[in-house]
Structure formats: structure tokens, C-alpha cells
């Protein structure tokens, strides 16, 4: 496809206002549509050339995601609401973690993904970003389990995200009191709330004879025994007010495929961007922590190194913070950290459940949501491509077991 055909009128129009406002006058573009994965978006990929009125050329690289226009995948998965969360996350909650940053003088800055513009236009959701590939960052194929030195890049990040929060309910509480008033949870509530109760459903009795049939008798009973109420619980540990007074702005979907890296000469990650804020939600910073740690690493660096990258973590959020100008052990205590790590973890089994699902399936036997009539049918339509697969019972034996010889709450 050319250009033409890959960018509609609402693309065209948002970027040629981008364009004005930046005074470029003469332009060419070139588009292409990528083709990955996803779930609720179309990637485009565009390419700005221009010169201003003083003749100087300027090259602008554009990431876009437009939304999925299927009525009933729109209805299922809140597209709208997702598109919106996240649009008030880059128009609103990162630009105070910026200004936050700045007024406080911070050297080493927690680093943002550009934000360009923006439209909630029924149907015709779209964010536009900085495309961060054209500066060198990579993602990781959702296939492979994290290294340990990934890992330990993103605990050290994630602990950087998580101080902003902290620091700006210290510094600017009645900003942090409005963020906190803007963002309740949508994974677990309403339309994409049905969604997930019926994914865990759907697979729930499945996960229930997997450690039936391997006589994991302890993880079995507690398995068993939490069916009724589990998802009640992810329903509470997602709330803002029953993490108080530690509750956090969490990215919520908090997995490999969110997250772009950027490599030093030997290989080695060196900067890390984290991306799709679409479920973005004010709860403990737990919730981001739990899920890379049950979703991201296999159960060889996670047995080895599990409780290093919880001290990393910590290391790098007391840091930051007592740069931002608060007291860590004061705001959010070592201890408290354990005991929500008891409490909420099962907020990243949840993701864990999913992440192994979808990374069981070769990308071309990937179901598609859109072929879907409502969120049951979407559950089934996954369950029955990897409910024979030995890879995908083996990672969720290993995943159960490894939380519950933690002692985690289900």
C-alpha cells in the first residue's frame, strides 16, 4: 500500500496540524503500516520531511496507533476508555512528572516517550508519538523470557517511575489528590472488567487440573479454593483507596511488549522507555511490580534472582526519591513494600495467566479479536488454541507454584 491509502483523512489532518504549529510549510510523507500483534490498535509508522519558512529542514519520525473500529471488539475490550486513559496520561499526568523533575532540578531524569497530538473521536481513536526505534530502541520478542540483565534494568526504572508518584503526592498533593481522582481502575471494572472475569473462567478450571494432575496437592487446594472469590480480590487490589496511602500512578499492563530498550556497544540494555498507558490506574506499586516478576521472567531467574530485583527496585526508588527531595522510609517503607508484595502480587499472576496464553500461540495462529462477538467468545476463541499446548501448561505450572511457595494471597 502507498502512502495515500495508509494514511486516512483524520491521520492526514492531525498531522498536517502538527505540522503548522511547527511552522513546516513544505513536506513530504511516507507511511507504513506495521504489522505486529495487537490487540486494540494499528501501528503506522510516517516519516515527516520539511523545511520551515527560513528554509531549514526538519525530519520528524511519527509512531501512531489508531483504534480498532469493530463495534463489538470496540465494546468488549473498552477500546474508548482505553484510548482516553491513556490520552490523559500523556496529556496530563506525565507532563506533571516532568515539571516535577525540573522543578526539582534532577540530573538523571526518568525519561518519557515524546507526545505529539492526539484525537478521542468516536471510532477514530489515535495517539501520536515519537517513533523511538529511529533513536535506536528495540522491543524484546514477547516469546523470550527477560535476562537478568533486562531485569535489572527495569526494577531500576520501575522504581524511578513509581518515586514521581510519591514525590508528587510530597511536594504537590492536590495535584496528585486530582490524578488520583481521574483514574480508577478500567481492566477489572465495567465492559473490559466483564472481559476478564470470563478470560479467567474460561481458563480457571483448566489451571485448577493442571496442578491436579502433576499432584501439586498445596497449590491444587488453594487454587480450588480461591475460584469463587479470586476475582473479587483483583477487583479490591486494583482500587486506589485500598492501597492508601501508598498508592501509586502504575502503568497496569506492565510486560515485556510495553517496554523499548536501547543498547550499549557490547549489547547490554542501557535505557529503557515504557509505552502504552492504556490501562494506566492509581494502585499499589505492587501491581507493576508483580506482573513483570510473574509475567516477564522464567522460573529459573525468578527462583535465582527474585528477591535481588525486589531490592533493586527499592534500591533505585530510595534513590530517587531522596533526589526528588522525600523520604523513602517515611512514604513507603521496606516493609510495607513485603507486605503488599503478599497482599496484591495476584494482580501479576492475572497478567501472568495471559501473558503465557498469549505468548504460547505462533503469531500467524494468533485468534483475532475482532473476529470475536463479545468477550466470551474472545476467551474461548484462545483457550481453545492453547489448551493442548505443553509449553503453555508448563510455564502455568510453574508460575502457580513459584507464588505459592512465596506464601502469596490468592
Known amino acids: 500500500m502507498n502512502t495515500e491509502d495508509i494514511l486516512d483523512g483524520d491521520i492526514k489532518k492531525c498531522i498536517e496540524t502538527l505540522l503548522q504549529e511547527r511552522k513546516i510549510v513544505e513536506y513530504t510523507l511516507a507511511a507504513n503500516t506495521v504489522l505486529e500483534r495487537n490487540y486494540v490498535s494499528t501501528v503506522t509508522n510516517v516519516v515527516v520531511c520539511g523545511k ?3 528554509g531549514l529542514v526538519q525530519k520528524l519520525n511519527f ?9 463489538e471488539c470496540r465494546e468488549f475490550l473498552s477500546i474508548k476508555d482505553m484510548y482516553s486513559r491513556e490520552i490523559y496520561t500523556y496529556k496530563y499526568i506525565i507532563p506533571q512528572f516532568i515539571a516535577l523533575q525540573k522543578e526539582r532540578k534532577i540530573k538523571n531524569l526518568f525519561k518519557f516517550t515524546k507526545f505529539y497530538s492526539a484525537s478521542e473521536k468516536e471510532s477514530k481513536e489515535m495517539v501520536i508519538l515519537e517513533n523511538l526505534s529511529k533513536k535506536g530502541f528495540k522491543t524484546i520478542h514477547k516469546n523470550i523470557s527477560v535476562d537478568y540483565n533486562h531485569a535489572m534494568l527495569v526494577m531500576q526504572e520501575l522504581g524511578k517511575f513509581h518515586a514521581l508518584s510519591f514525590a508528587l503526592r510530597d511536594h ?18 465495567g465492559n473490559l472488567g466483564q472481559t476478564s472475569k470470563l478470560f479467567l473462567e474460561q481458563f480457571y478450571p483448566l489451571y485448577i487440573e493442571i496442578m491436579y494432575s502433576g499432584n501439586h496437592t498445596i497449590a491444587f487446594e488453594k487454587l480450588n479454593d480461591s475460584k469463587e472469590h479470586l476475582f473479587k480480590s483483583l477487583q479490591t487490589a486494583v482500587k486506589g483507596k485500598t492501597t492508601e496511602p501508598y498508592s501509586v500512578v502504575t502503568h497496569g499492563d506492565f510486560w515485556i511488549a510495553n517496554l523499548l530498550f536501547k543498547y550499549d556497544m557490547h549489547s547490554h540494555p542501557k535505557e529503557m522507555r515504557i509505552v502504552d498507558f492504556q490501562t494506566t490506574k492509581m494502585a499499589s506499586p505492587v501491581s507493576d511490580i508483580s506482573q513483570f516478576l510473574f509475567g516477564c521472567l522464567d522460573q529459573k531467574i525468578r527462583n535465582k534472582h527474585y528477591n535481588e530485583l525486589i531490592q533493586e527496585y527499592y534500591k533505585s526508588f530510595s534513590s530517587f526519591l531522596q533526589d526528588l527531595g522525600s523520604d523513602p522510609v517515611q512514604l513507603f517503607p521496606y516493609d510495607v513494600l513485603q507486605d503488599q508484595l503478599k497482599r496484591f502480587s495476584v494482580i501479576g499472576l492475572y497478567l501472568a495467566f495471559k501473558i503465557i496464553c498469549f505468548s504460547s500461540i505462533p503469531t500467524e495462529d494468533t485468534p483475532k479479536y475482532e473476529n470475536a462477538k463479545n468477550g466470551k467468545d474472545s476467551s474461548k476463541m484462545f483457550y481453545d488454541t492453547v489448551k493442548n499446548s505443553n509449553s503453555f501448561k508448563e510455564n502455568i505450572k510453574n508460575v502457580i507454584l513459584d507464588y505459592i511457595q512465596l506464601g502469596y494471597d490468592l
Not at 172 to 183: A, K, L
Request: hydrophobic share 35%; net charge negative; glycine share 0%.
Open 63 to 71: 509512531f501512531i496507533k489508531t483504534a480498532k473500529k469493530e463495534r
Open 52 to 54: 520551515n519558512h527560513s
Open 172 to 189: 504537590f498533593p492536590s495535584t496528585f489528590n486530582e490524578i488520583f481522582n481521574n483514574i480508577d481502575d478500567i481492566e477489572f471494572h
